[in-house]
């Protein structure tokens, strides 16, 4: 399971940051994504940390603003959030792949279908 918090209301310029607690698996072992879905849009990938932490991945608009983080031995996903802009406003989704240890192209870890476990999300409102 994977439960994610730390969302909410947020003025532009502004910081959040998301916690996604991860149980039933072994969290060190997997992938780790965060993805968001706006109203009437389709879910996107915001960023995703490989099972060893060591190269992370992020979209064009958020690089320089968001970090992804894992603390492994609290079984525990981070996205620290800055500089947020009105475009940033959605449901995030924190997510994991099932497979143990594994390494993917560049271009698996930003695509949905990797994931197998997702979160119920947690929403930021980003006021302009």
């Known amino acids: 399971q994977l439960q994610a918090c730390g969302g909410g209301l947020v003025q532009a310029g502004g910081s959040l940051r998301l916690s996604c607690a991860a149980s039933?698996?072994?969290?060190?072992?997997?992938?780790m994504g965060w993805f968001r879905q706006a109203p009437g849009k389709e879910r996107e990938f915001v960023a995703a940390?490989?099972?060893?932490?060591?190269?992370?991945y992020y979209r064009n608009s958020v690089k320089g603003r968001f970090t992804i983080s894992r603390v492994n031995a609290k079984n525990t996903l981070y996205l620290q959030m800055n500089s947020l802009k009105p475009e940033d406003t959605a449901v995030y989704y924190c997510?994991?792949?099932?497979?143990?240890?594994?390494?993917?192209?560049?271009?698996?870890?930003?695509?949905?279908?990797?994931?197998?476990?997702w979160g119920q999300g947690t929403l930021v409102t980003v006021s302009s």
């Open positions: 940390l490989t099972w060893g932490g060591g190269i992370t």
């Open positions: 039933g698996f072994t969290f060190s072992d997997n992938v």
């Open positions: 997510a994991a792949d099932r497979s143990r240890r594994r390494t993917y192209t560049e271009s698996a870890y930003y695509t949905k279908g990797t994931y197998h476990y």
